[in-house]
C-alpha cells in the first residue's frame, strides 16, 4: 500500500505510520470532509491463524463502549473477505512516552495528564472495561495536548469480570507497569489492577524513571510484591501522600478512583469532561417520551411482529467473526435471543418478568415495550427497550436494547436477572451454540466467506 488508494469510496489512504505484529496503520482522510483520521489494517487470515479473532472482537466492542473526550474514538469499522479496518481519530501530538523519555515534567503539568488519565478511566470502568495495558506508550497526545487512551487490545469487557468467581485470570500487561495481584495467579480485580499502573503513571510523569527498576526481572517483581520503591527529593508531599495510596500491594487496600478523584492535589484546576457514546441516550422523563413514541405507533401499529432480515439475524446470533452485528453505527447495547414461541407469549413473559423485577413497562408499539427501572444507578435509572421480530414461521427473535443508564448494570440485569427468568421461551441466546439436527449453524457461517 505505498500508493494513495481509495477505502470504500470513502477514504483516502495515505502514508503508513506504524505497524505490529498483526496491522499496518496508515494516515486518511474522509473524502467528504477532509478530516484527518487514522486507519488500521488488519490481515483476517493472519488474526484467524494465530487465534486472536477473539480479541480483535473485544477490542472493537470496548471502543465502541468507551466514547469519552480522553479516549483515542473508532469512527468506523469495514471489512473485506482478506481485511478489517479500523478508522480511528487521528492522534497527531504522538506518545505521551516521548515527552516522559526527555526527563521529569512540572507538576501542574503531570497533573493535568493524571487527571484526564484517570478520568478516562473511571469512564472505563463505569462500562465494565478493564485496559489492563495501562503506560506512556498507550497514552496519546492530541493537537492541543490533551491526552488519549489508545490501545484495548489486552482490555476486559464485563462479562469476563463477572463470570466464575468475578475476577479476571489473565496475565498481560507490561511488567514494569503491572499490579502485584497480576503477577501472582490468583485472581484479581481488573479496576484495581488498572488503578495501579495509573498510580506507575503518575510517579513516571514526576520522576522521569520508573518506581520499580531492576535489570534482573525477578528482583523487579520481589520489589513490585513488596511495593518497595522510593521518592526522590523533588516531589512534594501532597503527590508522595497521593502515590503511597495508588501503590499499595494489597488491592483492598488501593485508594479507588473515586476517592483519588475527591484528593485536593488531584482538584487542583480540575474539570470534569463531558463523556460522550453512542451507546446511550440523554436521560429522560419516561413518560412524556413514551407518549411520542405512542403517537407514532399508531401510523405504524401492525399486528404482527417486524421481519428481521435474514443476514443481520445470521450476523447476529452467530459466534463466528461476522463484523456487522458489533458495529453498525445504528446499534446500541444489546442483548438478544431466538424462540420458538408466539410473539404474542413471548410479549406476555417479558412485562411479567419486568413486573417481577420491579420494573415499570409502557407499550411503545405492538411488539415492542419499554422497561425501566424504579431506582436510580450509577448513571441515573436504567431503561430497555424489548423488541420481538418475526425471521421464519415459527421463528421469532427477541432484542433487548440499552435506552439509558449504566452499561454495567445493564449487563447484570440481562445476565443475572432477563436470562435466568426467560430461560423457558429461549431457544439460544446470541453468541450460544446453535445446533438444528445435525447441523450446527455456527459452524456452517463460521465456515464461509464473508
Not at 443481520?312 to 445504528?330: A, N, P, T, V, Y
Not at 419499554?370 to 444507578?377: A, H, N, V, Y
Not at 448494570?409 to 440481562?414: G, I, L, N, V
Request: glycine share 8%; net charge positive.
Amino acid at each position: 500500500m505505498e500508493e494513495r488508494n481509495v477505502l470504500f469510496g470513502k477514504y483516502e489512504m495515505g502514508r503508513l505510520l506504524g505497524k505490529g505484529t498483526f496491522a499496518k496503520v496508515y494516515y486518511g482522510k474522509q473524502m467528504l470532509s477532509g478530516e484527518s483520521v487514522a486507519i488500521k489494517v488488519i490481515n483476517k487470515d493472519q488474526v484467524k491463524k494465530e487465534g486472536m479473532m477473539e480479541q480483535i472482537k473485544r477490542e472493537i466492542s470496548v471502543m465502541r463502549l468507551v466514547k469519552h473526550p480522553n479516549v483515542v474514538e473508532l469512527k468506523e469499522v469495514m471489512a473485506t473477505k482478506t481485511k478489517i479496518f479500523f478508522v480511528m481519530e487521528y492522534v497527531k501530538g504522538g506518545e505521551l512516552f516521548a515527552k516522559v523519555v526527555k526527563g521529569k515534567l512540572r507538576e501542574d503539568i503531570a497533573r493535568k495528564y493524571f487527571q484526564q488519565l484517570i478520568s478516562a478511566v473511571d469512564f472505563c470502568h463505569s462500562r465494565g472495561v478493564s485496559h489492563r495495558d495501562l503506560k506512556p506508550e498507550n497514552l496519546l497526545l492530541d493537537e492541543n495536548g490533551d491526552l488519549k487512551v489508545s490501545d484495548f487490545g489486552l482490555s476486559a469487557l464485563p462479562d469476563q469480570q463477572l463470570r466464575n468467581d468475578g475476577m479476571l485470570h489473565t496475565q498481560c500487561g507490561t511488567p514494569a507497569y503491572v499490579a502485584p495481584e497480576v503477577l501472582r495467579k490468583k485472581g484479581y480485580n481488573g479496576a484495581r489492577a488498572d488503578t495501579w499502573s495509573c498510580g506507575v503513571i503518575l510517579y513516571v510523569l514526576l520522576a522521569g524513571f520508573l518506581p520499580f527498576q531492576e535489570e534482573n526481572l525477578m528482583n523487579m517483581y520481589r520489589k513490585v510484591f513488596k511495593a518497595d520503591y522510593a521518592f526522590p527529593p523533588w516531589f512534594t508531599p501532597e503527590s508522595k501522600r497521593l502515590i503511597s495510596k495508588l501503590l499499595v500491594a494489597d488491592p483492598e487496600r488501593r485508594i479507588t478512583i473515586p476517592s483519588i478523584m475527591r484528593v485536593p492535589w488531584f482538584r487542583k484546576g480540575f474539570t470534569s469532561p463531558i463523556a460522550f457514546s453512542i451507546e446511550e441516550s440523554t436521560p429522560h422523563k419516561f413518560g412524556e417520551e413514551d407518549e411520542v413514541m405512542k403517537q407514532e405507533s399508531l401510523k405504524k401499529s401492525s399486528s404482527s411482529p417486524a421481519f428481521f432480515n435474514a443476514f443481520e439475524f445470521i450476523s447476529s446470533m452467530s459466534s463466528g467473526f461476522d463484523l456487522s452485528s458489533l458495529f453498525e453505527s445504528k446499534r446500541k447495547v444489546g442483548s438478544m435471543f431466538t424462540s420458538r414461541c408466539s410473539a404474542a407469549a413471548i410479549m406476555a413473559k417479558i412485562q411479567a418478568v419486568a413486573n417481577g423485577l420491579r420494573f415499570n413497562v409502557a407499550k411503545v408499539k405492538d411488539f415492542k415495550v419499554r422497561l425501566q427501572g424504579t431506582s436510580d444507578g450509577r448513571k441515573g435509572r436504567l431503561s430497555v427497550t424489548a423488541e420481538v421480530y418475526e425471521v421464519a414461521p415459527g421463528v421469532a427473535v427477541v432484542e433487548f436494547l440499552k435506552s439509558s443508564g449504566d452499561t454495567l448494570e445493564y449487563t447484570k440485569f440481562c445476565e443475572d436477572d432477563v436470562r435466568p427468568a426467560l430461560k423457558d421461551i429461549v431457544w439460544t441466546w446470541q453468541g450460544d451454540t446453535v445446533c438444528n439436527g445435525d447441523n450446527n449453524v455456527n459452524g456452517k457461517v463460521d465456515g464461509e466467506e464473508r
